[in-house]
Nanobody, 128 residues
Framework: QLRLAESGGGSVQPGGSLRLSCAGS????????IGWFRQAPGKEREGVSC????????NYADSVKGRFTISRDSAKNTVYLEMNSLKPEDTAVYYC?????????????????????YGQGTQVTISS
């Protein structure tokens, strides 16, 4: 059974950094496209980033480009989201999700409707 578990959230000041983890169990993350999403109070869930199965292709929402980095550690079966220069508007519950690749190993779409198997989420709060 495909399961994902997020961790690493917390409360930091603007300009700070956090690293979120998405651990997979029951399957290898190497065979799935992995995406990060977030949902702020009163707002719809939005795609933040994605990582292709090859690990060589990444994509980001415009709002986080240059500040967030997605990566994978296959030995730990974990995908990370490194978040720097955090802003109050980054405050949200962050989720990771997965889907089988549809367009080869070197592509992913941020926020794709193909994503499923979401984890329970981890809260990120940016406040001074």
């Amino acid at each position: 059974q495909l399961r994902l578990a997020e961790s690493g959230g917390g409360s930091v000041q603007p300009g700070g950094s956090l690293r979120l983890s998405c651990a997979g169990s029951g399957f290898s993350l190497d065979y799935y496209v992995i995406g990060w999403f977030r949902q702020a109070p009163g707002k719809e869930r939005e795609g933040v980033s994605c990582l292709s199965t090859s690990g060589a292709y990444t994509n980001y929402a415009d709002s986080v480009k240059g500040r967030f980095t997605i990566s994978r550690d296959s030995a730990k079966n974990t995908v990370y989201l490194e978040m720097n220069s955090l802003k109050p508007e980054d405050t949200a519950v962050y989720y990771c999700a997965a889907h089988r690749p549809e367009v080869g190993p070197h592509f992913c779409e941020v926020g794709s409707g193909l994503f499923g198997a979401y984890g329970q989420g981890t809260q990120v709060t940016i406040s001074s």
